[in-house]
């Protein structure tokens, strides 16, 4: 399967965020965060990959901070050797927010926050906003990360081609994205032997055959298998047996016709 102008697909920079994270609720009231001694002044931490307008890939350090029961700050940095504008810290701060949490572990709010991605060395551009959205708890065990997902991926090349059973043709590239790329049309008709044929196993509708139908929602296509035939094979033997039998039948004619004239040579002699 050949895919057109899909070979390469572009980078697509970091615009929407989501870690999923369970804060100990016993841990210890730490207070404010310093940029400069993060592991410090923070209770627990959570890094993600995000990536700039090129595709170049940054990390990305959320740190939480316990400030006082049920409540936590969250600051999120980047390593400051990446940014163009110079500082005198080994990290930089690209968003910071608060939490509260219910006596139940829940968050109340906020549930979400904004980053602003600085100008990376490499060219991407300055003030890149990212939603980033939190799906946190709070409960009486080691604080984890459950899980985080983030919309940016670096250039990719086209690797594979395969089309799935709802007949959409998905298209995998080297930076693991996976995209639709075309769909196979399918279709149903009312009397399929009214279809005309174009020949190179092509046919096309005829008032016979009636309208084509969607059929789209209950087929499903098999990919790499062999298809089985499709004619009823017990009729397709009892008409060669006829057929056969009446061969055999022809054949005696011939063979009586023989004998016949066999015989009135002999009446003549």
């Not at 940054?58 to 316990?66: A, D, N, V």
């Not at 033997?237 to 040579?265: C, H, P, W, Y």
């Amino acid at each position: 399967i050949q895919v057109d102008g899909t070979s390469t697909v572009p980078a697509q920079a970091t615009t929407e965020m989501t870690l999923s994270n369970n804060l100990d609720s016993n841990s210890t009231i730490i207070g404010a965060f310093d940029l400069t001694d993060p592991q410090g002044t923070s209770n627990y931490s959570s890094s993600i990959q995000a990536y700039d307008t090129l595709g170049n890939s940054h990390l990305l350090t959320t740190y939480f901070t316990k400030t006082a029961d049920n409540n936590w700050s969250w600051n999120t940095v980047a390593l400051a050797s990446e940014v163009t504008a110079p500082t005198t810290t080994p990290l930089v701060s690209v968003g910071s927010g608060t939490f509260t949490f219910n006596t139940d572990g829940t968050l109340t709010a906020p549930a979400a926050g904004t980053l602003t991605l600085p100008a990376w060395i490499g060219g991407s551009a300055a003030g890149l906003p990212v939603d980033i959205n939190f799906n946190a708890t709070q409960y009486a065990r080691d604080s984890s990360t459950v899980g985080q997902e983030q919309d940016g991926y670096a250039a990719g090349d086209l690797v594979k081609v395969a089309i799935e059973s709802s007949g959409d043709v998905v298209a995998s590239y080297t930076n693991g994205e996976r995209i639709s790329v075309a769909r196979i049309g399918l279709a149903r008709f009312a009397n399929i032997g009214g279809l005309f044929k174009e020949g190179g196993n092509l046919y096309s509708a005829t008032t016979a055959s009636g309208l084509p139908s969607d059929a789209a929602a209950s087929t499903k296509i098999f990919t790499n298998s062999l298809e089985q035939s499709n004619v009823d094979m017990g009729l397709e033997f009892v008409k060669m047996i006829t057929t056969q039998r009446g061969f055999q039948a022809n054949s005696k004619i011939i063979t009586t016709t023989d004998e016949m004239l066999a015989e009135l040579i002999n009446l003549k002699r």
